[in-house]
């Protein structure tokens, strides 16, 4: 450990934190940080194990509860997210659980946005409500339904935005103040836009949930989640939950996501310029009738979009002509974009919301949720921008 460890992290601009937060370098002097792949941790004697175990003596003891190169990632979140702590998770629907776990009882109520990740609803619904939660979900832009769905019993409002995969936008400030009025937490899912577009804990969230396996790994290779949030919250209850129930983060994926944090910042604008100007060209073609993308100035909560975030990521959905079979037309038309529900990828992926990552909804649900039979989504990589339009133009062309 160097005197470098007790850096104010807050005192850098977010690019730096990105690139060196949290690293401790070794006796060795290495410059790259090390992996450390171990699962238990070796003691000098057993008064030092004894010691250890007992708490009184700072330090590892096994990879479940803490890791040299996970802590490195957790620190290294935190600062960018301008966090206290974080608890980094095997994966982002574990995230999500360690923070229901770690912060609720059972008899609690959560008001949701009603537009969440499929598997976010399917874990409240399905699972969560058999411990003795109790779930309401509100159109997440109206802030009159987030406050009439407010019980004695709430203890957290959770919502994402911007939400998949239709770019709506959620007011987090707003939404906050309607939580703490009613003495909730509000846990904002912050996967899509990441610390580099939109810091939820500045603007009044108290804990923020990733999947980091979408845009902070960033090429598809490893799966990954993360809570991050204050000492009490998450260095506490969540971690508390982590620790027993043990959804840990292995230290390869943090090393790997290490290497996601450093080039997040860039990826992130290169996504959100190369995405905005693809939603403009979508708007301009004869086939799509509608896109959604909140970088775009038609998109209704532009300015909303605009104060809370600084671009407008990776995501962009669009409705064609033809229904379902204009939609498959499209996906099936193209030849470089991979046909994947991934997102936040290098690589473009494209997929058809109703019958994949929305197909497990009613179609009720689905018509509440404004996800229709003719609509794509599109995550934009980094390839270039021309070669994407291309590959789309070639299905978009043959339903005019
Ligand atoms: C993918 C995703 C999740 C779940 O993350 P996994 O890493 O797949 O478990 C949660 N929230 C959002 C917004 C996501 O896109």
Redesign the pocket.
Known sequence: MSDKDDKDWSRYKLATRAVRAGYNRSDEGEHSESIQLTSSFAFDSAASAAARFSGEEPGNIYSRFTNPTVRTFEQRLAAMDGGETCVATS??????LAACMGLLKGGDHVVAGHD??G??IALFNNILTRFGLCFSYVDSTDNAAWQAAVRPETRMLFL?TPS?PLSTIADIAAVSGIAHDAGALLVV?N??ATPVLQQPLGQGADVV??????HIDGQGRT???AVVGSREHVGESVYGFLRSAGPSLSPFNAWVQLKGLETLAIRMKAHSAAALELAQWLEGQASVERVYYSGLPSHPQYALARKQQSGGGSVIAFEVRGGRDGAWHVIDQTRMISITA???DTRTTITHPATTTHGRLSDEERRKIGIAENLVRVSVGLEDIEDIKADLQRGLDSLT
């Open positions: 994966t982002g629907m574990s995230a999500i969440l990740f598997s976010t994402e998949n899912d996967t899509f949930v990733y999947s980091t396996t979408k799966m990954g989640g991934n997102l936040g």
